[in-house]
């Protein structure tokens, strides 16, 4: 919008951020200790003025009560001199009569008005004290006067009045002292504390920083530790363990990615390559055993995609299907019966095996094994069931291969691994049987790892035994910390 003086310029744009936010972790903390150090400074210099002032003026009745008990002894022992001696300090002394006369005075006090009322008198005959303003005696400042009775039958009340311009001179130098003191003191606290807190603070800053450092480096690092055994140093340590884990899991997981992509690929390439190689000499392929094999490369595509997504849902802690109790005998004998090999299958050991857990996953765990056992076996594949009170189930499958050495035992239960007898993609299968059965395996609270069988392999599998009576809880027997790979 523009008019005859010009284009008006824009609104100036409030900002809605508060000032306190912006503030550093340092200054915040500096100015809220500064704060709390100042207000506690004036509480206790306000308690510190109260209680001095009642202790000067208490002090001060004491004194003028000491002088007029002093007085008053005189008066009872017809002794009392007039006009009435004082002491340095207690300005004004007069002796008044029931019917309000002055009968002696000090040097200075009026002796025909006295100083307090008739009804004032009565009070601090009875104990009280009266505070007057001095004017009234044409004194400066303020007056605390008491009484005291005197006189036996002739009934006399002895008054002293007291100047309080020592006390107010008094709590005003405290007073000036505070002043000028207290904000000298503030600062100094604020100072220390702004020190202390960038020393308290310098581990976090430096924690910081090597997190800056990593982030910007994308590579591997380790924040600093600070020596101190204090919260930062723990933090720092768990912050590291965070990083150790993270690390390790991005490192499984590029390897997974990696070792996928390549296992993805080899039966892509060789599909692609046999079709290409049909379709450039279409006379001359057997178009039957051209789909013949590519179709044995797709089931074994569509194998690993399920062995890829069994491992990632155990992997990942997915919920098992409604776990119940499972007869392994029962298992192992269908897994034997749908298993088709060159080698002899046998099952051994007792008739019932009670386990508590998936169906379906317990039936993957047996035949990943028996599949395996029965791939490299030269003549014979034994599976063992036994039930042992107090110590679970074991399952064992046998084979009389060539075995697995020592040395490679743990690592078959890597992703993708194949031993150099195994190398064939035909015959090796995807490379995650043993590792699924690991996983299944530890998600039913069990271990599983191989023995040598003196020729063969031995795979081991120890089971939680579920009893009789358990069918009908509602959870699964908890997952055990331990296994192996």
Known sequence: MTSDAGPVPPAPVRSNRRPWPALSLRARLTVLATALVALALLAGTVLLLVALQRSLVAALDQSARQRAGDVAALVDSLQLPDP??????TPLVQVVDAEDRVRAASPGADRLVPILRPDDVAAVRGGQVRTIDGARLGLS?????????????DPQTVLVAMSLSEVEGSLQVVRTAMLVGAPILVAGFAVICWLLVGSALRPVGALRRGAEEITSARAAGRLPVPEAHDEVRRLAVTLNDMLD??????ARQRSFVADAAHELRSPLTAIRTQLEVARAHPHQADWEQTAADALADVHRLSRLVDDLLVLARVEDGAPRSESTQVDLVEVVDGTIGRTVSTASLRRTGDDRALVWGDADALTRVVANLVDNAALHARAEVTVDVHATPGDGVTLTVADDGPGIPAAARDRVFERFTRL??????DAGGTGLGLPIVRELVRAHGGEVRLEDNAPGVRAVVRLPASTADSAGRDEPPRPQDGGRG
Not at 141 to 153: I, S, Y
Not at 245 to 250: G, H, I, K, M, V
């Open 84 to 89: 009435i001696p004082v002491a340095a300090g």
């Open 141 to 153: 400042g303020q007056l605390r006067v008491v009484g005291e009775p005197a006189g036996g039958d």
């Open 245 to 250: 884990r993270l690390e390790r899991s991005n």
């Open 420 to 425: 150099d007898e195994a190398r064939d993609r």
